[in-house]
């Protein structure tokens, strides 16, 4: 893949003027970049786009393979009225954005796994990761940093991936799908994003939601085992979808009731 061309993703977002764009070639970490620019007073819908990240992450603490010109990686600034309760509301809904772009672009089998993991044929191709900040005496803000692979071949993936990880690539050349065009994905998933969160702004979480569940078919039925974000061994449970605030509802083998929280982890049932 040859360098983000930016003025190609500016056109393709001009009828978004939400977005503001920025490509860089390499970054430390997107999220990293945006919250020194909020820090600077940035607008919301910043946005950062490069092709490589030397300190990239995702949840739970893991690292982000971000080779140079095989993925894109992108954040943005959302400042949500109500932020706080929002978070995992907008977290989903940035999930639901990467999954419509890969399928835009390739993938079109693509599905998420709660809470914003995109997954090809169960090998993973996208995965965000949302992190607030707290300005000293100001309303809290989300940074939503998305991770793509975009044009790796298999052997492109750290050997211990390769069983697991999958990239729109590959996902077009099962499908016989034109292959990715990484401005085309960066400008999907932003002007998903971007409906997203004015839909969330305007009060439409139950279409946000509605739109997501299609987009999750294991979020409901499915038996899984929970990984708990406080430690302790996996338990086994049923997904029952999402609640009002955007958490997964799992009933255990007792018939308990939880709702998780983004720190929770999910295993397939046999595993």
Known sequence: MAALN??????????????????????GSTNDEVR???ERGAPEGTAVIASA?????????????SPAALGVYLSVLVR???PAAAATRYTLAAGLASCLAARACGAGEAVVKWPNDVLWRGRKIAGTLAEMRTPPGETPELILGTGFNVGHAAPDFPEDLRGTAGSLRLAAEAEGAPLPVPEDVAAAHLKALAALC??????????????????APEAAGVLVRVAPAAGGPPYRARTCGIDGAGAL??????GRREALTLGESLLRGED
């Open 80 to 82: 949500p009225s109500q």
């Open 249 to 254: 509802v799992v009933e255990r083998e007792d």
């Open 53 to 65: 990240q030397e300190a990239g992450r995702g949840r739970r603490g893991r690292t982000w393979h």
């Open 198 to 215: 004015t839909s969330l702004a305007r009060g439409e979480w139950e279409r946000v939601a509605a739109a997501w569940a299609d987009a």
């Open 36 to 38: 020194r620019r909020a």
């Open 6 to 27: 930016e003025s190609r993703i500016r056109a393709l977002l001009a009828d978004v003027p939400w977005v503001r764009p920025t490509v860089l070639e390499r970054v």
